[in-house]
């Protein structure tokens, strides 16, 4: 096991970006579709083909996922994942015709010091191919790569994040991937403690543990405040066979993740999104039962990711730029 969202049989994760812009794509393929859903609960949300999750649509699967940043420009990221699945053959079978079934998010980072002069058609779409081409079912890349690497944070450069762990008493894993750009703090205030320290394992980010004590200045507001700004983007997915109303209720449960890891949270300021998938691999023999199991796990996976993503990334080179965890505490990243 490797600690990351490809522990789950049968997934492929993939990162393109370009350091001139400063912004990038990660592309989660699954090699045969998957159950699915969402859960959004920041105020500026942008997605695409987010409705046909919902349990009543007809479609029963994806194939893919698409975190982008660029806000509405990296929508065209899916585009390009769709084509690359396309040449391959793969989608939702409409007469003699296959559509890939592809959902995506984006994240606001056109202001953190990249070249965003790209002309009349942005760079997204072919990163999004590059993605879908470089996705490998090997150990997930962490830190300032696809998605995160435009990403921010309050205090410290955001990135990407993954992370594991099996779900006890159902036989069933879940894992969890997340750009990492949020309005709030990831730290305890200016420490470096996260805030999802109690739930580490294995020092995976740093070993600093929960913090002793909450200094005032922890909950001091952020003091940027740009509306749309931000927003951190989660997929969640577990093994275990689920309908897409269960799938729903674990990406519900999994939310609480970013709660308990940033600080503040889902604000007007942020378009946080939350992805759920399951594999169908794993029968669970007490559907209620295991399946708040299964949330409670997605949950203290989701807030481990968030603070290994942060704890991973590394600064962008631009003047101003945000520091990145390493630089202001020298421990070495995962």
């Known amino acids: 096991m490797t600690n990351g969202l490809t522990d789950i049989q049968g997934i492929r994760v993939g990162h393109a970006?370009?350091?001139?812009?400063?912004?990038?794509?990660?592309?989660?393929?699954?090699?045969?579709p998957v159950t699915a859903a969402v859960d959004v609960r920041g105020g500026g949300p942008g997605t695409r083909e987010t409705e046909l999750l919902d349990p009543e649509r007809t479609v029963p699967g994806i194939d893919a996922l698409v975190l982008s940043g660029g806000s509405a420009f990296g929508l065209d990221a899916a585009a390009g994942v769709t084509a690359w699945l396309a040449e391959a053959g793969r989608g939702f079978p409409v007469g003699?015709?296959?559509?890939?079934?592809?959902?995506?998010?984006?994240?606001?980072?056109?202001?953190?010091g990249g070249d965003k002069a790209w002309g009349r058609y942005p760079p997204?779409?072919?990163?999004?191919?590059?993605?879908?081409?470089?996705?490998?079912?090997?150990?997930?890349?962490?830190?300032?790569?696809?998605?995160?690497?435009?990403?921010?944070?309050?205090?410290?450069?955001?990135g990407l994040g993954s992370a594991s762990a099996p779900v006890e008493g159902t036989g069933a894993r879940v894992a969890a991937l997340v750009a990492v750009n949020a309005f709030g703090r990831v730290t305890v205030g200016e420490g470096p403690h996260f805030w999802a320290g109690p739930f580490e394992m294995g020092g995976e980010f740093g070993g600093h543990g929960p913090a002793a004590r909450i200094p005032p200045e922890a909950f001091a507001?952020?003091?940027?405040?740009?509306?749309g700004a931000n927003t951190t983007l989660a997929l969640v997915v577990t093994d275990a066979a689920l309908t897409k109303a269960e799938a729903r209720r674990l990406a519900v449960m999994a939310q609480d993740g970013l709660a308990r890891a940033i600080v503040p949270v889902h604000t007007?300021?942020?378009?946080?999104?939350?992805f759920a998938a399951a594999t169908g691999r794993v029968?669970?023999?007490?559907?209620?039962?295991?399946?708040?199991?299964?949330?409670?796990?997605?949950?203290?996976?989701?807030?481990?990711?968030?603070?290994?993503?942060?704890?991973?990334?590394?600064?962008?080179?631009?003047?101003g730029a945000l520091p990145a965890w390493r630089d202001r505490f020298g421990a070495p990243a995962r």
């Open 17 to 32: 970006q370009d350091p001139r812009i400063a912004s990038g794509v990660t592309a989660i393929l699954f090699d045969a």
């Open 96 to 112: 003699a015709v296959r559509v890939p079934i592809v959902p995506g998010a984006i994240l606001f980072d056109l202001l953190n």
């Open 221 to 227: 507001w952020p003091r940027r405040a740009l509306a």
């Open 268 to 274: 007007p300021l942020d378009g946080d999104v939350v």
């Open 124 to 158: 997204y779409r072919d990163l999004g191919y590059a993605a879908a081409a470089a996705a490998a079912a090997g150990p997930v890349t962490l830190g300032t790569v696809g998605a995160g690497y435009g990403a921010g944070t309050a205090n410290l450069k955001g």
């Open 283 to 319: 029968p669970l023999a007490d559907p209620l039962g295991d399946l708040a199991r299964l949330g409670d796990a997605a949950a203290r996976t989701l807030a481990r990711a968030v603070a290994i993503g942060v704890h991973a990334a590394t600064a962008l080179p631009f003047p």
